[in-house]
Nanobody, 115 residues
Framework: QVRLVESGGGMVEPGGSLRLSCVVS????????MAWYREVPGKERELVAN???????NYGDSVKGRFTISRDSLWLTLWLQMNNLKSEDTAVYYC?????????WGQGTQVTVSS
């Protein structure tokens, strides 16, 4: 079965940096896209960034200029480099992969930005 496993979350001070990774296993697929989402209690899961097969990327307005999404050429690992972190970035971050009509999700990793 396809598995996506996030890692790299933790606690960081405001203004700090953190890099998340998502490792894919159980498939030889090259996905149509991969993405990072985040979720906080009481709010809907929101898109942070995505990257398509073409290399095109998109970012949520709140993270533009601070976060960078990237992947390896075989779609085995997805990264999210987060710089200049703010308290409002605190959330559980989820990795997602899409292929045709199929969606795959990781279990999430907690990011906490606090002094």
């Amino acid at each position: 079965q396809v598995r996506l496993v996030e890692s790299g979350g933790g606690m960081v001070e405001p203004g700090g940096s953190l890099r998340l990774s998502c490792v894919v296993s159980g498939t030889s697929f090259i996905f149509d896209y991969m993405a990072w989402y985040r979720e906080v209690p009481g709010k809907e899961r929101e898109l942070v960034a995505n990257i398509f097969r073409s290399g095109t990327t998109n970012y949520g307005d709140s993270v533009k200029g601070r976060f960078t999404i990237s992947r390896d050429s075989l779609w085995l690992t997805l990264w999210l480099q987060m710089n200049n972190l703010k308290s409002e970035d605190t959330a559980v971050y989820y990795c997602k992969a899409g292929l045709d009509t199929r969606n795959y999700w990781g279990q999430g990793t907690q990011v906490t930005v606090s002094s």
